[in-house]
Each structure stands twice: as C-alpha cells, then as structure tokens.
C-alpha cells in the first residue's frame, strides 16, 4: 500500500494507543510526583521502586554535589545558552575535567551532558564512511544510533561472545586494522559483564581498535 500522507505512517501507532487508553491503559502517562530517595519515588500516589533509573550512586541527592548545582546556579544561571565551540565552555567544565582524567589516571577528559550524547560524539567523531564498526548484538540503542550516524560499515556479533567476534574480524581481513569493537563495560539492560580479557586479545591480534561504554 502506497503512502499519501507524511503522518500516515503514524496511523497504525495512533490505532494502538487508542486501544491501549480504551482497556485502561496508558504506557506514556507515568509521572513521578516525587522523589524520597535516588531510587524511590511516589506514582500515582505509591511509593514505587525505580528499577529504570540510572542514578547508580545516588549522586542526585548527594548534599555535595547538590550544594556544587546551587552554586553553579547562582554563578552562571540555568544553561550555558551556547555550545562549548561558542560560548558555552565555562571554568566549572574544564575543572571537573581535569579531576576525572586525574581519577583515571589519564592525560585529558571530555564530559557530556548526557550517556547518550556522549556515545553519539564519540563514535560519529571517530568513524567514518570507509571504516568498520563491530557492534555487539545487545549494545545499548544510542551506541547503534552513534554508529550509523557515523556512515561506518557496520557488523554485529553474538552478544558476549568472542568466538564470534574474531570470526567477523577475520572476515574483514586487512580492513580490520579501520574497524572499532564497541561493546558495554556492564550491559545496562541484561546486567551481565563483557568479556573484556578476551576481546582485548582479539583486537590486538587483528589491528582493530575497542570502544568500551
């Protein structure tokens, strides 16, 4: 069937949304009201667990870093109102720079305002047309967006498993020496750990390069 319409495509999404509201149901109408801690918050009037927050060490109501934002907000106002190629690179982002890369033990650090900026800037800057990606099957979606934004060839393998990536390394042949392993430290999702020992001797055996989120 021919498309006529720009939102036509919409459609069949707004059917499904009227039926899902006709049985009482609304997946997009979840609001937290409040928060009582950084993994408790009260919906539709009950304390509810928050098993899809991010906020791993609680540092949102760390008194510190709450005390760091006030301040933060008192100097430079609510936004930086530019980019940081504009003006948008205040004194505050080069310092907490600095004491991560010391943290790490590393010479620079870059922060983004967000996991997924973050994973979007970096695979976009450093993959092109021409280059090969080999993405893990249950890499997080922004990593997959990241790497299309790229225009890089892209090659997924069996989650976790090295037998599989050394076989698609081995097909790319002398082209594996442009090709970056991307794959998650923890998986957010599955809440299991990569293999890294493994793939690092992978990599090194095939010239690629890895990405760990």
Not at 51 to 62: H, K, S
Not at 110 to 136: E, K
Not at 187 to 205: F, H
Request: charged share 20%; proline share 3%; hydrophobic share 45%.
């Amino acid at each position: 069937m021919t498309q006529t319409d720009l939102l036509e495509k919409f459609s069949a999404i707004a059917e499904l949304r009227r039926g899902l509201l006709a049985g009482g149901r609304d997946p997009t109408a979840l609001v937290t009201e409040s928060l009582r801690s950084p993994t408790e918050g009260l919906i539709n009037g009950r304390s509810t667990i928050l098993a899809g927050t991010n906020n791993y060490l609680g540092l949102t109501f760390d008194p510190a870093c709450i005390a760091a934002g006030k301040a933060a907000l008192d100097a430079f106002g609510t936004g930086t109102t530019g980019s940081r190629m504009a003006n948008g690179s205040f004194a505050g982002h080069g310092a907490l720079e600095r004491e991560m890369a010391d943290f790490y033990g590393l010479p620079h650090g870059l922060v983004f305002s967000t996991g997924y900026a973050a994973n979007l800037g970096m695979l976009a800057a450093l993959l092109g047309p021409g280059d090969a990606v080999l993405l893990d099957a249950d890499a997080h979606a922004s990593l997959y967006d990241g790497c299309r934004m790229s225009g890089a060839s892209i090659f997924r393998f069996r989650h976790n498993d090295p037998a599989s990536l050394d076989a698609r390394l081995r097909r790319l042949g002398s082209q594996a020496r442009r090709a970056l392993i991307v794959v998650e430290g923890l998986y957010s999702v599955l809440g299991d750990v990569a293999p890294l020992t493994e793939m690092v001797a992978i990599k090194k055996a095939h010239g690629a390069y890895l990405l760990v989120d």
